[in-house]
T-cell receptor, first 111, second 114 residues
Framework: GENVEQHPSTLSVQEGDSAVIKCTYS??????FPWYKQELGKRPQLIID?????GEKKDQRIAVTLNKTAKHFSLHITETQPEDSAVYFC??????????FGKGNQVVVIP | NAGVTQTPKFRVLKTGQSMTLLCAQD?????MYWYRQDPGMGLRLIHY???????AKGEVPDGYNVSRLKKQNFLLGLESAAPSQTSVYFC?????????????FGDGTRLSIL
């Protein structure tokens, strides 16, 4: 099955700076890559997703890039704000049609 | 629009007890999933269902059973709870599993096994 890895595990950034989280996946048949944000004690919520036929997608301060050749995709958050502090999970839907999640990244935005 | 609703929100069990977690969705989704979330482990798929009357094993199915008697409900059962099953359990649903539709999550059930 699909294996997804996230790096780094914890990321601290100054408010206003950018944050980048990178994920790698193993299954070359994977074709859907969502990102979820989870605040403490709450449910994971989808913030952005990308299909394999697209290299980049942007939604206001959030963007995701996909490199199919290298099998990695990244979440970019610009102009970070304190409310961006959360755990972010990447996922990939592999050839078995199931989502495989990474272990999550803790993002801390320092005011 | 309630989305995905999980009950109960919290529960404490003793080792060997049984219980059922209920997930209900009002979005007419075909696919439903049960995950467990442990610190540093991300979300791991326990069981899932591709439609009413169907169930399938996920990544960590041992010790759990599921049923999907109605399209809107997906039940997760623990027949004999063990401390290793202490976790936060999330239910999710999506229209289909193979059309790149996002999964929508419930608020979770925090389960402690003593």
């Amino acid at each position: 099955g699909e294996n997804v890895e996230q790096h780094p595990s914890t990321l601290s950034v100054q408010e206003g700076d950018s944050a980048v989280i990178k994920c790698t996946y193993s299954d070359s048949a994977s074709n859907y890559f969502p990102w979820y944000k989870q605040e403490l004690g709450k449910r994971p919520q989808l913030i952005i997703d990308i299909r394999s036929n697209v290299g980049e997608k942007k939604d206001q301060r959030i963007a995701v890039t996909l490199n199919k050749t290298a099998k990695h995709f990244s979440l970019h958050i610009t102009e970070t704000q304190p409310e961006d502090s959360a755990v972010y999970f990447c996922a990939a839907r592999g050839g078995n049609n199931r989502l495989a999640f990474g272990k999550g990244n803790q993002v801390v935005v320092i005011p | 629009n309630a989305g995905v609703t999980q009950t109960p929100k919290f529960r404490v069990l003793k080792t060997g007890q049984s219980m059922t977690l209920l997930c209900a969705q009002d979005m007419n989704h075909e696919y439903m999933y049960w995950y467990r979330q442990d610190p540093g482990m991300g979300l791991r798929l326990i069981h899932y269902s591709v439609g009413e009357g169907t169930t399938a094993k996920g990544e960590v199915p041992d010790g759990y059973n599921v049923s999907r008697l109605k399209k809107q409900n997906f039940l997760l059962g623990l027949e004999s709870a063990a401390p290793s099953q202490t976790s936060v359990y999330f239910c999710a649903s999506s229209y289909f599993g193979n059309s790149n539709q996002p999964q929508h999550f419930g608020d979770g059930t925090r389960l402690s096994i003593l």
